[in-house]
């Protein structure tokens, strides 16, 4: 069978606490032509590294060091990617090798319009391109109204939309391999879905080889060929059955109406902490923010937390479940309503009134990379926050800090992109815990993890709970999640 890559005895160390630590251990497969391969694997087990060596991407590491070879197979050549200097490696990556990274806002440069970056894809590989041919790109990923989406910028997308938009900058290379990393992460049920079935179309069409890296084997499992199971720094090839599960979040979200579930009404809490009333949230339907035509997130809702509790807030992507977590922190304001905290309208706070609001109510965001500074390393941005409570602790009292998190002292010196996605959620969490904040919103913390690392993560949090007594309000598409954790739940539609 005609080969795409071959990897033959492949070792990849880092220095980890002064002291060499194998990744990847003596690892052997090949990727054949036209196939879908799928590498799963929990969060830190060293699969993403796998991407990263076909790409030679090791720019943020310090220090690494690698042994075999990954070849690249063109008319029977063979390509060592692992043995090529900067321009030979430049020129695979723009002409041979496409990478659609882990959906992240944080991967889009905020300051640029989806057009611009495209169009920025397409002269990678020294291609003239014009306002149709992106158009007909947009359509390929299932955009409906591609010009509109041309004239935006990457914070005004949802997920499943950025997650369309890497594809599409992705094909504009027209490569014969395609690099996938964690394409389902963040997004609910419907949408992981449409994304992989979406994958599927496209290389029919198109005719690349697809690598898939994943946490989520059994949702990938009925799309790929072949699976490789990252174990101990080794990739072991299994079998597996196709099915497709029928779980959907049309199921769980039937009804069109914001529905309460409370787990036990004669124990409710009457200490009533934050609140909101009428609770409307729009945005503008097309880009400009003059426009009068509105697109309604938030309808008509009336919400409140009490003191001590956990309080779930369920809906598939694009229900407002962000927004709304935005608006009761006051970092958007809502079109109409009002919100209360301890009694007062945060809408009326005067500006000292709002930093000593955000210091007790604080937040954790969807997305880990956009959160942290890809350039700073993790000590300096926990002391930054310390600092900003007035407290200046020396780096073993950091060191202990952290270590109620789960977190080695080691990860003070690494940069967000050095690390794992359970281990970027656990910085996040103790970061926003620093203040002893009354209310902690998590927004989808767990939704680029795999199920092992979310009981971990869950698990965590309760403890910390139990000790530090905040309200929590836990976004997240999964039900079922939610139904394990929360004293009530809101669904939104």
């Excluded at 196939?35 to 830190?44: K, N, Q, Y």
């Excluded at 962000?322 to 945060?346: D, F, M």
């Excluded at 680029?448 to 976004?475: A, C, G, H, T, Y």
């Amino acid at each position: 069978m005609e080969k795409v890559i071959t990897c033959q005895a492949y070792t990849l160390e880092i220095i980890t606490n002064g002291k060499w630590k194998k990744i990847l251990n003596n690892v052997f497969f090949d990727i054949n032509k036209s196939e879908t391969l799928a590498i799963v694997g929990p969060s830190g087990s060293g699969k993403t590294m796998v991407i990263r060596s076909i790409l030679s991407l090791f720019e943020d590491i310090e220090q690494f060091r690698s042994s075999g070879s990954i070849c690249f197979v063109e008319n029977d050549k063979h390509y060592d990617l692992t043995s090529m200097d900067n321009t030979e490696l430049l020129k695979f990556r723009k002409d041979k090798i496409s990478f659609v990274p882990q959906q992240s806002t944080n991967v889009l440069n905020p300051s640029r319009k989806i057009g611009e970056e495209l169009k920025m894809s397409a002269e990678l590989t020294h291609q003239k391109v014009d306002i149709s041919v992106m158009t007909k790109i947009l359509e390929d990923v299932g955009f409906e109204n591609p010009k509109v989406i041309l004239k935006r910028y990457p914070h005004e997308l949802s997920g499943g939309q950025v997650q369309r938009v890497l594809i599409a900058a992705a094909l504009m290379k027209n490569a014969a391999l395609m690099l996938v990393d964690e394409p389902t992460s963040n997004l609910d049920v419907e949408l992981k879905f449409e994304i992989l079935n979406l994958l599927s179309k496209l290389k029919l069409k198109f005719g690349f080889t697809l690598l898939i890296v994943t946490h989520e084997i059994d949702i990938v499992n009925s799309y790929c060929d072949r699976l490789l199971r990252v174990k101990d720094g080794e990739l072991i090839e299994e079998t597996f059955d196709r099915k497709i599960s029928s779980k959907t979040s049309e199921e769980m979200l039937a009804s069109k109406d914001h529905t309460f579930v409370e787990r036990d009404a004669d124990q409710k809490n009457t200490n009533l902490i934050l609140s909101a009333e009428n609770l409307h949230i729009s945005y503008p339907k097309e880009q400009w923010r003059m426009s009068s035509d509105k697109f309604e997130v938030i309808k008509d809702l009336d919400i409140e937390l009490y003191k001590s509790e956990i309080l779930g807030i369920v809906g598939p992507s694009g229900s407002g479940k962000s927004s709304l977590a935005k608006a009761l922190c006051n970092l958007i304001e809502p079109t109409q309503g009002t919100i209360y905290y301890k009694g007062v309208n945060v809408l009326e706070m005067s500006k000292q009134e709002i930093a000593e609001f955000r210091k007790e109510v604080q937040i954790i965001f969807q997305d880990p990379l956009a959160s942290l500074s890809p350039h700073l390393k993790v000590g300096f941005l926990l002391k930054e926050v310390f600092m900003l409570f007035g407290l200046k602790p020396k780096k073993e009292e950091i060191e202990e800090y952290i270590a109620k998190f789960g977190l080695e002292k080691d990860i003070l010196d690494r940069k967000a992109s050095g690390m794992s996605g359970g281990q970027r959620q656990r910085i996040l969490i103790a970061r926003a815990l620093i203040g002893k904040p009354e209310v902690l919103i998590c927004d989808e913390i767990l939704s680029s993890l795999d199920s092992e690392m979310q009981d971990q993560i869950i698990e965590m949090l309760f403890n910390l709970k139990r000790v530090q007594d905040f309200s929590l309000i836990f976004i997240s598409h999964d039900i079922s999640i939610v139904d394990r954790i929360c004293d009530r739940k809101i669904l939104l539609a």
